[in-house]
């Protein structure tokens, strides 16, 4: 198609309780989101950055920027562009990832609507449900807090329990929260790179806890370390940080660093790379699941139609709306026994409500060709 304009627009998202993991306590999300408009379509994208370079090296005023200044300009000036072909039109600029995936998501978004197609169904989805796990963050009042919480998620009804951890806050917790709840819950843990390779005597002690996977225990660059770890744990190794491609999801599986995969649509630089990725995962037998930036109905759309694919065969964390948010920017995403229904409408199947989008819009730029 080709774009007439690209909007980008920025929303205020508190969140309905904060949210700590070993990078830090977020509070709200400071939201970026993508318009774009053309032949007749729009279509909407998120990025997922946070408000600073924790997670990555990406965040979002600076994301905001490269898509103003050199994302956006070679798409307006390619003229007509399938999604398919974003990639390839963005390849001069290097990294920002998530930047370009909200672009990418965008155009596809709107060839989609334009089309009258679904997303989960124009990739091969194979379910029109999702089920859906939770990721818990380090409460402030520790494990009496933690345990309340995992309570209030599993009477929700969601079907796995991630739990964050960090160095000081990881076997007690842990432990409490099997024997509170028994073996039969699904649980895993989340590390967020908080560990180096002499944590490894305290990182083996979860083996004894029957847990689904430890996610990302070392710095994304320590693949090596991943495989050494693996090799004395018993428990399976999930990646995410260091998965920032097809190509590196591949070398780490062959490096024996990654066990499970961690798919998430940003982070890999667009929904059509995380589909690749997923074959990657499906050709080397490799489970995966979706995992989560704290999106809006708008990137959840897109993740629970990843999440619809074969090759994810684990919950993610495809939570519901109200996990996160008192009002999200779409119709909302609900839990139904354990699952979330795949939006089986034109495009990603969501867009923003407008009287919402009124009232918690902070910017906007218009971009044209």
Same mark, same amino acid.
């Given at each position: 198609?080709?774009?007439?304009?690209?909007?980008?627009?920025?929303?205020?998202?508190?969140?309905?309780?904060?949210?700590?993991?070993?990078?830090?306590?977020?509070?709200?999300?400071?939201?970026?989101?993508?318009?774009?408009?053309?032949?007749?379509?729009?279509?909407?994208?998120?990025?997922?950055?946070?408000?600073?370079?924790?997670?990555?090296?990406?965040?979002?005023?600076?994301?905001?920027?490269?898509?103003?200044?050199?994302?956006?300009?070679?798409?307006?000036?390619?003229?007509?562009?399938?999604?398919?072909?974003?990639?390839?039109?963005?390849?001069?600029?290097?990294?920002?990832?998530?930047?370009?995936?909200?672009?990418?998501?965008?155009?596809?978004?709107?060839?989609?609507?334009?089309?009258?197609?679904?997303?989960?169904?124009?990739?091969?989805?194979?379910?029109?449900?999702?089920?859906?796990?939770?990721?818990?963050?380090? $409460?402030?009042?520790?494990?009496?807090?933690?345990?309340?919480?995992?309570?209030?998620?599993?009477?929700?009804?969601?079907?796995?329990?991630?739990?964050?951890?960090?160095?000081?806050?990881?076997?007690?917790?842990?432990?409490?929260?099997?024997?509170?709840?028994?073996?039969?819950?699904?649980?895993?843990?989340?590390?967020?790179?908080?560990?180096?390779?002499?944590?490894?005597?305290?990182?083996?002690?979860?083996?004894?806890?029957?847990?689904?996977?430890?996610?990302?225990?070392?710095?994304?660059?320590?693949?090596?370390?991943?495989?050494?770890?693996?090799?004395?744990?018993?428990?399976?190794?999930?990646?995410?940080?260091?998965?920032?491609?097809?190509?590196?999801?591949?070398?780490?599986?062959?490096?024996?660093?990654?066990?499970?995969?961690?798919?998430?649509?940003?982070?890999?630089?667009?929904?059509?790379?995380?589909?690749?990725?997923?074959?990657?995962?499906?050709?080397?037998?490799?489970?995966?699941?979706?995992?989560?930036?704290?999106?809006?109905?708008?990137?959840?759309?897109?993740?629970?139609?990843?999440?619809?694919?074969?090759?994810?065969?684990?919950?993610?964390?495809?939570?519901?709306?109200?996990?996160?948010?008192?009002?999200?920017?779409?119709? $909302?995403?609900?839990?139904?026994?354990?699952?979330?229904?795949? $939006?089986?409408?034109?495009?990603?199947?969501?867009?923003?409500?407008?009287?919402?989008?009124?009232?918690?819009?902070?910017?906007?730029?218009?971009?044209?060709?």
């Amino acid at each position: 198609m080709r774009i007439e304009t690209v909007e980008l627009v920025r929303v205020a998202m508190p969140l309905v309780a904060p949210f700590r993991t070993s990078f830090g306590v977020q509070h709200s999300r400071d939201v970026l989101l993508v318009r774009v408009v053309g032949d007749d379509a729009e279509g909407w994208g998120e990025c997922t950055t946070p408000d600073a370079p924790i997670y990555s090296s990406e965040y979002t005023d600076g994301a905001a920027a490269v898509l103003r200044d050199h994302l956006v300009p070679r798409l307006l000036a390619a003229g007509e562009v399938a999604a398919p072909e974003v990639g390839s039109v963005l390849g001069s600029v290097r990294g920002h990832r998530m930047a370009k995936a909200a672009l990418e998501l965008a155009l596809l978004d709107a060839e989609l609507r334009a089309a009258g197609s679904d997303l989960a169904a124009s990739f091969g989805a194979v379910r029109d449900r999702v089920p859906a796990g939770v990721s818990v963050g380090i $409460p402030e009042g520790g494990v009496p807090e933690l345990l309340d919480v995992v309570a209030g998620h599993l009477d929700e009804g969601y079907l796995r329990v991630k739990l964050k951890i960090e160095p000081g806050f990881d076997l007690e917790p842990v432990a409490a929260v099997r024997e509170r709840f028994g073996e039969t819950v699904a649980l895993s843990v989340d590390a967020n790179t908080a560990y180096r390779l002499d944590d490894t005597p305290q990182l083996v002690q979860l083996d004894a806890f029957e847990l689904s996977y430890v996610e990302q225990p070392f710095p994304p660059d320590h693949l090596m370390d991943h495989a050494r770890l693996a090799d004395v744990l018993t428990t399976p190794i999930c990646l995410d940080e260091s998965l920032v491609s097809p190509t590196a999801t591949a070398d780490a599986i062959t490096a024996g660093a990654c066990e499970i995969a961690n798919l998430k649509i940003g982070r890999l630089g667009g929904f059509l790379a995380a589909v690749a990725t997923h074959d990657v995962c499906v050709e080397r037998g490799v489970p995966a699941w979706v995992g989560g930036m704290l999106e809006t109905g708008i990137g959840r759309a897109a993740n629970v139609a990843l999440a619809a694919l074969a090759g994810v065969t684990l919950p993610g964390d495809t939570s519901a709306s109200d996990r996160y948010w008192a009002t999200d920017l779409t119709e $909302p995403f609900v839990l139904r026994g354990g699952h979330l229904l795949v $939006p089986d409408g034109a495009g990603i199947g969501v867009a923003p409500l407008p009287d919402v989008l009124a009232e918690i819009e902070t910017g906007r730029e218009v971009l044209r060709a």
